[in-house]
């Protein structure tokens, strides 16, 4: 039984009247009548008991609306429960983030989104480099953010929230860490470590085959996390360009934060799958967008290096070493 059949058998079976029917339902009274002859045809027997004066069910007819009732209710209600999620602000949102210093800004987000919206909990997790994507795509978290270009046909991408310069993770006792900057040219000179399981675009656009000018670009040992990452330059198995704010936010011992002038910017912002912006997503989008504009450095603050998107941005220069 088709949907349309199924409301103008049940209804009828309330009305007991044809025309009341057609009007409650928004068709004619033909349609109610051809459709309920189909069923009767399908089935086999009458359902109804038809006379100039009353309409009746039969006793199959009684049947079939007992047994069809409490199923139809529970579908109108599942219904319900999709749209009132899809269109209303509320329940959970889980947002994941990838990074060290976002992770602050995304709970900045999350207070202000909470405020407007305390009907909706939102939980903050830390996604691997590795695993990021495929967080979202589960939907075990329903935004990401992430400084990534997204070409991927199940998933969207939001504008870019704010914009920050790059700089080159090596070493502390790496001859590059005593430098005042340096610039992809130098990418050449080290192997660079390579982010594990993430697709071919994603990886050029943080690092590509060769330099500005042509130099093939040596990769070094993969990662999977910001910390493994970390730990391979620390021990000099190879540099990685990372966001200014990892300077403040990513402070080792062993491992000093160079800026790379001619890098390209890190652009932050949220992705979520094509098939789940709901309203929750899209306003949580908003209050991204808008803490964004509202603060001046919405990742370092007064000494940082962070920008809203389409402001400037400075690098802050470690001293030899850091």
């Not at 309330?14 to 068709?27: I, K, N, P, S």
């Not at 160079?258 to 912002?269: F, K, M, Q, S, T």
């Amino acid at each position: 039984m088709e949907r349309r059949e199924i409301e103008i058998f049940l209804t009828l079976a309330e009305e007991l009247h044809f025309g009341r029917t057609a009007d409650r339902l928004g068709v004619s009274v033909a349609r109610v009548s051809q459709t309920v002859k189909r069923l009767e045809r399908r089935i086999g027997a009458p359902l109804f008991e038809r006379t100039s004066r009353r309409v009746a069910l039969t006793p199959i007819g009684s049947r079939l609306h007992d047994d069809l009732r409490p199923a139809w209710r529970c579908v109108l209600e599942g219904i319900e429960r999709a749209v009132a999620a899809g269109r209303g602000v509320e329940g959970v949102l889980r947002a994941g983030f990838v990074g060290t210093g976002v992770g602050r800004f995304l709970l900045q987000v999350a207070e202000t989104f909470q405020a407007g919206y305390p009907g909706c909990q939102v939980l903050i997790r830390e996604a691997r480099y590795s695993d990021a994507l495929a967080l979202v795509r589960a939907g075990e978290v329903d935004v990401l953010l992430a400084a990534a270009p997204v070409d991927e046909p199940d998933l969207e991408a939001g504008e870019v929230l704010f914009r920050e310069p790059s700089a080159l993770a090596v070493a502390a006792r790496h001859p590059f860490a005593r430098r005042a900057s340096v610039s992809m040219e130098d990418l050449a000179r080290e192997p660079v470590l390579r982010p594990g399981e993430v697709p071919g675009y994603l990886d050029r656009s943080v690092v590509p085959a060769r330099t500005p000018g042509g130099l093939p670009i040596e990769r070094g040992p993969g990662f999977g996390t910001v910390q493994e990452m970390l730990a391979l330059v620390g021990a000099g198995r190879g540099v990685f360009p990372v966001p200014a704010h990892a300077a403040r936010y990513d402070a080792r011992p062993d491992v000093a934060y160079v800026p790379l002038e001619d890098g390209p910017p890190y652009e932050w912002r949220l992705i979520w799958r094509a098939t789940a912006r709901t309203a929750r997503v899209r306003a949580f989008c908003r209050a991204a967008r808008d803490f964004a504009a509202r603060d001046a450095d919405p990742l370092l603050g007064p000494a940082g290096s962070a920008r809203p998107a389409g402001g400037e941005a400075r690098a802050r220069r470690p001293s030899p070493g850091s």
